[in-house]
């Protein structure tokens, strides 16, 4: 953290008390502002030699009072330290804070609208990788999905990865991390409007199968009674309608989602004659 970066800046620093504390490493000062750059730049260097970017994903999608400033400098700081994974993670995460509001409203957005919002951590947007229609072909794709099983049956999140387990070995630049920022960004964005769809969809069935006066269910396929009151269930839903993004394709509350369709959709057929 030397060679012009100001390792005792006092936000990059509060970062990774914060950090620190959600991994339960104990932060060996009080006072923050009082610290050496000695101490501080040891502290942050032990924070990054014991965390994985898993750890770092954890915690990110998770401080959700986290602000560019913050992501910014922590951008930077990975940039510097080459840390391509915690990078890639910062970045991606940075688009999704610091992104205009209509973002959000759009159905897509274009490389260059991604490029602009990125340019405070990365600087000026290049000409883009030979690999881009790769991804592309992957986000057009994903926007034809209708479903929130289509990311698993087609197996997105994995091929997205390899793709860029692929290109990373050969070293990102620039519009390679804007590139993958806004796979990952629309990936995000798809993501919640096919997993509020799945829960409405359960809420709905949910309320059918109790106008039927039907108010059990066998849920011994992922573990649960055989004989689950709706009532939990939808207890169940309400906690789903606040999901954890931090592995899609790995998440256990991701896979019981879907389970739980095809066990109402069975649930809801006819009774044999």
């Known amino acids: 953290m030397s060679n ?4 005792v800046d006092h936000g990059l620093l509060f970062f990774y008390v914060c950090f620190a504390k959600f991994m339960g490493i ?3 000062f009080q006072d923050l502002k009082s610290q050496s750059e000695a101490q501080a730049t040891q502290f942050v260097s032990k924070i990054d030699q014991r965390t994985t970017p898993v750890d770092l994903r954890r915690f990110l999608q998770q401080e959700t009072k986290l602000g560019e400033p913050v992501l910014r400098l922590l951008a930077k700081h990975f940039l510097h330290q080459h840390a391509s994974d915690k990078l890639f993670l910062v970045v991606a995460e940075y688009l999704y804070t610091a992104s205009p509001e209509w973002f959000h409203s759009q159905a897509t957005v274009s490389m260059a609208e991604v490029a602009e919002v990125l340019e405070p951590v990365l600087g000026q947007a290049g000409e883009l990788p030979a690999w881009t229609p790769e991804l592309e072909k992957l986000i057009e794709e994903l926007s034809a999905y209708e479903h929130l099983h289509d990311l698993a049956r087609f197996d997105l999140f994995d091929r997205g990865r390899k793709l860029k387990a692929r ?7 620039t519009m390679g991390l804007v590139t993958f920022a806004r796979f990952n960004y629309l990936l995000r964005k798809t993501f919640s409007r096919l ?19 039907e108010f059990f269910i066998d849920c011994s396929e992922i573990g649960l009674s055989p004989i689950v009151p709706t009532n939990e269930l939808f207890e169940m839903v309400c906690e789903w309608k606040r999901p954890s993004f931090n592995d899609y394709a790995n998440d256990v509350t991701y896979q019981k989602v879907q389970k739980i369709r ?8 006819p009774e044999p004659a």
């Open 4 to 7: 012009g970066e100001n390792p």
């Open 262 to 269: 095809q066990i109402l959709e069975t649930a809801l057929l």
């Open 26 to 28: 104990e932060c060996p």
């Open 195 to 213: 997993w509020d769809a799945e829960v409405w969809w359960i809420e709905q069935a949910l309320i059918e199968l109790e106008s039927r006066a």
């Open 167 to 173: 290109v990373s070995a050969a070293g990102m630049n």
